[in-house]
Nanobody, 121 residues
Framework: QVQLVESGGGKVQAGGSLRLSCAASGRTFSGYNMGWFRQAPGKERESVAAIIWGGSSTYYANSVKGRFTISRDNAKNTVYLQMNSLKPEDTAVYYC??????????????WGQGTQVTVSS
C-alpha cells in the first residue's frame, strides 16, 4: 500500500508558476512509477505527466509540453510537478498517482486526494 499526499496548489494569474509536491509513504517509493493527473469541472480526468521509477523516462501531455516538468527525489519519497506559464485552461484538481511497472499513462493503483490549481486570466 502507498499513501500519497499532494500539496502546493493554489491560485495564480496566467503566466505564473506553481510547484506541486506529492509525498509518498508506505512501500518502497523508488520502485513506483509516478504520475500527475488533473480533472477540470465537467471534464474527464486526464494524464498530465509521469515519470518512471528511476527517473530516466518521462511522459507529458501535449497540452503541457515545454511548460510543465515532472521530477522525483527518491531519497525524500517525493515527486514534483513544476508548472510554468500557467494558463486558465490548466485550472483543475491535480492528483498524484503511483503504480508498479507497466506504462506511464494508464492503470495507476494508488491516488492522492488532490490539490486545487486555479489560474485566472
Amino acid at each position: 500500500q502507498v499513501q500519497l499526499v499532494e500539496s502546493g496548489g493554489g491560485k495564480v494569474q496566467a503566466g505564473g508558476s506553481l510547484r506541486l509536491s506529492c509525498a509518498a509513504s508506505g512501500r518502497t517509493f523508488s520502485g513506483y512509477n509516478m504520475g500527475w493527473f488533473r480533472q477540470a469541472p465537467g471534464k474527464e480526468r486526464e494524464s498530465v505527466a509521469a515519470i518512471i521509477w528511476g527517473g530516466s523516462s518521462t511522459y507529458y501531455a501535449n497540452s503541457v509540453k515545454g511548460r510543465f516538468t515532472i521530477s522525483r527525489d527518491n531519497a525524500k519519497n517525493t515527486v514534483y510537478l513544476q508548472m510554468n506559464s500557467l494558463k486558465p485552461e490548466d485550472t483543475a484538481v491535480y492528483y498524484c498517482a503511483a503504480k508498479l511497472g507497466g506504462g506511464l499513462v494508464y492503470d495507476y493503483n494508488y491516488w492522492g486526494q488532490g490539490t486545487q490549481v486555479t489560474v485566472s486570466s
